[in-house]
């Protein structure tokens, strides 16, 4: 293919309904900057939305050389069709040597679409990126056969390399570059591509939980019984600010909805804390969760594999120990309530 | 209607061990199975024949002669016809490979059974990689238009209405013939064989479609050749540090020192 490969490095920022940027976006910018430096090229935000001026700005604080902003009323809500067929577009014109995107539904979705139109190669759901010295690649690590293994994987001879990257793994960090060219581009396409409809949004309140961007998760397993153990998760998840998550098997036994299923079939998280409480730790429910920053396992079986991947576990019943621990939480946090109003 | 299901044969992930000496993966003895979202996928395809009984629906697997079995699983499940795509020229493929190789069968298949689909069934991802990427790419192979990850479909005259679930919500939306859809697991479980159909489909005969059979194939898009990315090494992940246990018997002790490695994580959010 006809690629005059540039050495930038491109970020896909996805940006919401209402124009805001979406933080798994943000979050590649760190990765990006170090792999961008590696490639001696710039590191190029792009954003997709309408009315994003206020998301321009805010990319602009996480060490973009270049912004390159697709603006307008066709881009304001996702649509596999228009983001695909944009996104190609501007990669053809650009050239960059690779664009990192977040592993969402639609990040998932539309980079594929991207990728088959440029015949390039893709490497989905990345835990880490970094730069393969040998061969001047991107180097993408993934998990693979169910968690089970890593895999190391590049694309070369082939551009763009193109990847995506689990929300969560990476942290972002504010980073102020001196000056920022900030690019608007027409991108002018076929009318009509759009095919897809929307005829109804439903926002079930089970569903609305973002387990994907939550910083705490309590999840629960078998262990917890039943129905209403999981109601002392959620009280848990209150007391700490989080939210509730669950295994298969708790799905399963219909505790809970499959909506807060962790794992290879369920949601990939990485919070700043799990805690399992009553989950065996299948490598299944583990491949969604290992990547949290810590894990706590709450287990009465000392052999129970998911004490292999915590940082901290605990031998004993959830039943006891769960509503311990919010009592603790809920009764320091009165203290220090009392203190300052003293 | 006419759907197309494309279904692979996969490790049975739940039954891979890793050897602990080596950190290699033991695959004697695993069972391969019908990848668990393209049994999704037939069902959400017999769901519609099940209000329009004239639907056809045709499963077709690319993979080694073996996975002929998972074709006639799905033959015992809902389908009336199934192929199978081998040749050793297909060997290797990445999911841009295997993406173009269905492309090139489905097009062939329209052919010789001489209809034309109006949609394209796929699981949303396959277990043994995850990668969720044939489905999208196999829509821009084809031009069709897509959606992924949804529940169930309902046909209607000139577009097929999906349930699509999304990270925040779930949307009723309409994707316009001819469409690749993605499904992943609904909220029923899908249906079993039938007995008379399993001793029918035991019988049946699987066309093996090979690269010689697609005219205009290009082989240099397919196979290890033909894909783009390349595995550069594999590895077993040891990351992370066996962990500290707390076992004593004090609940009060536990809970004491449980919040105060929680409270560290809160401080940490406050500063950073
Ligand atoms: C293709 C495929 C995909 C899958 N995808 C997923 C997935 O996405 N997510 C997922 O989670 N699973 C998935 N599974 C299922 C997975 O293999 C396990 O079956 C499941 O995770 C087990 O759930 P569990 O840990 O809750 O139950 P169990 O394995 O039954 O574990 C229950 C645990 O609770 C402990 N316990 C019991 N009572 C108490 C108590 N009072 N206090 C403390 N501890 C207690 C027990 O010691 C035990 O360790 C998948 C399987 C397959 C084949
Ligand atoms: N070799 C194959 N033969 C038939 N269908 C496949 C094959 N590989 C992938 N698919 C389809 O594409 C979906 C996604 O696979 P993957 O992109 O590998 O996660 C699967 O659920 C199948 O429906």
Known sequence: ?342 | MNIIVCVKQVPDTEEIKIDPGSHSLIREGIPNILNPYDGYALEAAAEIKDKNPGTKIIVVSMGPSHAEAVLRECLSIAADGAYLVTDKAFAGSDTYATSYVLSQAIKYIQKIEDITFHAIFCGKQAIDGDTAQVGPELAEHMGYSLATCCLEAEEKEKELIVLQETEACRKLIGVAYPCVITFTKPDHDPRFPTFKRKIEARKAVIPHISAKDIEGIDLSCTGIKGSPTKVKRIFVQTGRKEGVILEEENIEEITRKLYSIIALIGEEEKTG
């Open chain 1, 1 to 342: 293919m006809d690629y005059k490969k540039s050495n930038d490095l491109w970020v896909f920022i996805e940006t919401k309904e209402n124009g805001a940027v979406n933080s798994s976006g943000l979050e590649l910018m760190n990765p990006g900057l170090k792999i961008a430096e590696k490639l001696k090229g710039r590191l190029v935000a792009v954003l997709f939305g309408d009315a994003v001026e206020k998301a321009v700005r805010e990319v602009a604080e996480y060490g973009a050389d270049q912004i390159i902003v697709a603006e307008g009323e066709q881009y304001r809500e996702y649509s596999a069709d228009i983001y695909a067929a944009a996104l190609s577009c501007l990669l053809k014109k650009y050239a960059p040597a690779g664009i990192l995107m977040a592993a969402t539904n639609n990040g998932r979705e539309m980079s594929p679409r991207a990728a088959c139109r440029l015949k390039t190669g893709l490497t989905a759901d990345c835990t880490d990126v970094g730069f393969d010295e040998e061969t001047g690649c991107l180097l993408w690590t993934r998990p693979t056969f169910g968690g089970n293994l890593m895999a190391c994987i590049i694309c070369q001879n082939h551009w763009p390399q193109m990847g995506t990257i689990r929300p969560g793994i990476y942290k972002k960090e504010k980073m102020n570059k001196e000056h920022v060219d900030v690019i608007r581009e027409a991108v002018v396409l076929e009318e009509n591509i759009d095919r897809i409809k929307v005829y109804e949004t439903m926002y079930e309140e089970k569903i609305t939980v973002d387990l994907e961007n939550a910083e705490i998760i309590v999840a629960g397993g078998k262990g917890v019984g039943s129905a209403k153990g999981f109601q002392m998760l959620e009280d848990l998840a209150k007391t700490l600010g989080g939210v509730v998550g669950a295994s298969r098997g708790a799905v399963e036994n219909g505790w809970i909805s499959h909506a807060y299923q962790v794992g290879q079939t369920g949601r990939m998280v990485s919070p700043k804390l799990y805690i399992a409480c009553g989950i065996s730790g299948a490598i299944q429910h583990m491949a969604g969760m290992s990547s949290s920053d810590m894990i706590i396992a709450i287990n009465q079986d000392r052999e129970a594999p998911i004490f292999k991947i915590a940082d901290y576990g605990i031998v004993g019943d959830v039943q006891v120990i769960v509503p311990a621990l919010t009592k603790i939480i809920l009764d320091e946090k009165r203290k220090k309530l009392c203190k300052r109003d003293k």
